[in-house]
């Protein structure tokens, strides 16, 4: 049974319209609302069927929605939750697809009201296509998608909302909006940039008898396939993300100090080495993730529904960089409830029942199989 009759999308270019494809894909999909400000998006969204209906105005697209993704660029969307939320029913969640964390979750949470529930998210997935034309159903499936709980995060509203992603194949991990921004200023946010500055550079050796770039072959073509992405969307992360990014360029600068100074002495070791690590590091990325469904565990763990506790929760799970299949909150006479995480493999479930049970959490863990308790 699905959790939710109808879900409004703000913003249904490739993301918002994958997203609106994806849960259109559900054995019972919900209704799907689409909200663009310019008509021609909305009819193009309708097309590729990402949509049910669209709507060019916020407060005519979120009527009655029980959740709403927000899929705009990253500096528009703590004002797009100050004009809608008065229009809100009580209950309603609000979470995002916006590629920084800190200022978003930490703006809205200064003025939004406890009836309703805001989780900031970032599916880990993308293309440097644009537009809803390219958007995919199957985009989410065994990709990352990182949320930010916070000490204020509703438990129900969490559950709901990781229940929805899951659904669509997105694996979830849980972190700490702060350190979402640093970690991100060095694995994506970084790497765009050097992409695009690559291409410029390149682009200013060219003169009326030369052009290096027709010569661009694999390795430049690979490393700088992400510069092709919108530069509205870029420069909106740049600006939000900035204390993390320049942060991150100057280590990045050290590092291509290094390598300057290995060349400039002939150090044939030392680039040796500094080439090795970087491979080695490079060919033992995932490349896919593999499920067993043998191998899931189910964890208990008794709780309290008090703020902070299921942030406390999935982000130390999260930190582990350890998905979580499944999450569900049992009604208990005890406690408040009991949560039932299910975490795939041994190693993974013990490291994290270790991790929880050093927090003082009781943890037992049983496979979903025999019925082990441990």
Known sequence: MNDFKQITIIGVGLIGGSLGLAFKNLSEPPLIVGVARHKETITRALEVGAIDKGAT????????????????????IVDIVRKIYPHLESGTIITDVGSTKANIVHGVEAFLPKYLHFIGG????GSERTGVQAASASLFKNAYYLLTPTPRTNMNAFQHLHSLLTKIGALILAIDPDKHDKILATISHLPHILSATLVDF????????ENPLLLAAGGFRDMTRIAASSPEIWSDICLENDA??????EEFQREIEDFSRFIKKRDRDGLVKKL????????????FVYKDLAQLRELSIPVIDKPGVISDITVTIG??????????????????GILKLVIAGDENSSKVAEALHSKGYEVSIRSLYNREVR
């Open 57 to 76: 105005s916020y407060i005519e697209g979120v009527k009655n929605a029980n959740i709403i993704f927000i899929a705009t660029p990253v500096g528009s």
């Open 122 to 125: 970032h599916p880990m997935t």
């Open 202 to 209: 390149a682009l200013k050796q060219t003169t009326e008898t």
């Open 244 to 249: 993390a990014i320049l942060e991150a360029l």
């Open 276 to 287: 090795e690590e970087a491979r080695k590091t490079r060919l033992g990325l995932p490349s």
């Open 319 to 336: 930190g582990m960089g350890i998905n979580i299949e499944n999450i569900e909150i049992v009604p208990s006479t005890e406690y408040s």
